[in-house]
């Protein structure tokens, strides 16, 4: 195994090897370390720093002060977040009015950041990341998703909202693969989130901004890198689309996401990106690379202890590249209704399950359905 011939140099719980090197020098002030360690230790989910509010958690998708702490003034939002950013990200920020990056703090945990301009002052939106990489059982990904790390080539995309999961989703699939396979795996981010430990596979992980200047050029680069699997952490232009089409194409497996819901609006997403002329050699591209997509919610439980995960899961067959290939996606959740046998089930049909094994409300099950109406006859024929 690759980690015992490797010099493991893990400064934070769960092999948080990169940390130090990704943003070298840069400090975190002692009141905002006090502030995330509380909302870790209250389960939340996110902190919001701003100004004329106390800093805000999101426990249980609810938004709760920080215990203890006052309004903050623009001089104290400055004062929590700037020693975080280093010099280059400092730069980023002054241009753009907003910058991603992450950082981890021993005993405590690992945190992905975005710092932003509002009204003159400066406000930031902490994500609490997990020190150590979850099964993929835990996250109740069903048994097909799972067996993805078997696949040798093509791409695979996992998509939903901002928050749904998408990211921790991925990194358990690409453990999967790191602790059961030999690979070369290279993962390209913005920013980092989850650091691997080298296990059965190689893995290098290349952060956007800091590493390589833009998802496209760090894909470009990595078919020269001889990788066996790329993640790439969100596909976010025509560039960085077409690449990793490629790479698929070439005999990698592409792991990426996209903010969608449901397969049929992923892959019309995807098309759409392209000039009409180029729309055709897309659709017949993708139908021969794309291996699944698997869509996600995360919703509030109803006993209200956190929240639950909901996949709509499709699976590549020579029916639905058909329809790829023939601009007929909207017959696609049909074709994922009539074959459960092969893994796949759509939304609501995902939703009717957690509503029927009392894991989400009806209002959520209804709120959440592709369908509310159909929904809402279902649920009444379930009892």
Do not use: W
Not at 25 to 33: I, K
Not at 239 to 251: C, K, L, M, Y
């Amino acid at each position: 195994m690759l980690q015992n011939d490797i010099e493991d140099t893990s400064g934070l719980p769960g092999g948080e090897t990169a940390a130090a090197a990704t943003h070298s020098g840069v400090q975190v002030e002692s009141r905002l370390q006090n502030i995330l360690r509380i909302a870790k230790e209250s389960g939340a989910s996110d902190v919001h720093i701003t100004v004329a509010v106390p800093p805000v958690m999101r426990v249980n998708n609810q938004l709760v002060p920080i215990p203890g702490e006052a309004k903050l003034l623009p001089a104290d939002t400055r004062n929590l977040l700037f020693p975080t950013i280093d010099e280059d990200h400092r730069r980023t920020l002054t241009e753009s009015g907003e910058v991603d990056f992450s950082f981890g703090i021993p005993s405590i945990g690992r945190f992905r950041v975005n710092v932003y301009r509002q009204r003159g002052s400066y406000a930031a939106a902490i994500r609490i990341m997990s020190t150590s990489i979850p099964e993929p059982e835990s996250l109740g990904l069903p048994a097909s998703v799972i067996d993805l790390y078997r696949k040798q080539s093509g791409l695979v995309l996992v998509t939903g909202p901002t928050g749904s999961g998408k990211s921790t989703t991925l990194a358990s699939i690409i453990q999967k693969i790191n602790e059961n396979r030999s690979c070369h795996i290279l993962t390209l981010e913005d920013p980092i989130e989850y650091l691997y430990r080298h296990d059965k596979s190689l893995v290098d992980q290349r952060e956007i901004g800091l590493d390589s200047r833009s998802f496209a050029a760090a894909l470009r680069a990595a078919l020269r890198e001889d990788p066996d699997v790329i993640l790439v952490g969100e596909m976010r232009d025509l560039e960085t689309i077409s690449t990793a089409i490629t790479a698929a194409e070439t005999g990698h497996l592409v792991f990426s996401t996209l903010h969608t819901i449901g397969a049929a609006s992923t892959i019309n997403r995807i098309v759409d990106v392209f000039p009409e002329g180029q729309k055709e050699q897309i659709r017949t591209q993708l139908s021969m690379v794309m291996e699944s997509v698997i869509s996600q919610r995360l919703i509030s439980r109803a006993d209200g202890e956190g929240r639950t995960a909901c996949f709509e899961v499709m699976h590549c067959t020579p029916a639905i590249r058909a329809l790829i290939r023939d601009d007929k996606t909207y017959q696609i959740p049909s074709i994922i209704q009539t074959n459960r046998r092969l893994g796949m089930i759509t939304m609501d049909d995902a939703l009717l399950e957690a509503y029927r094994n009392h894991l989400i409300s009806p209002q959520d099950a209804i709120e959440y359905a592709t369908d509310p109406v159909s929904m809402q006859t279902r649920m009444r024929s379930s009892y």
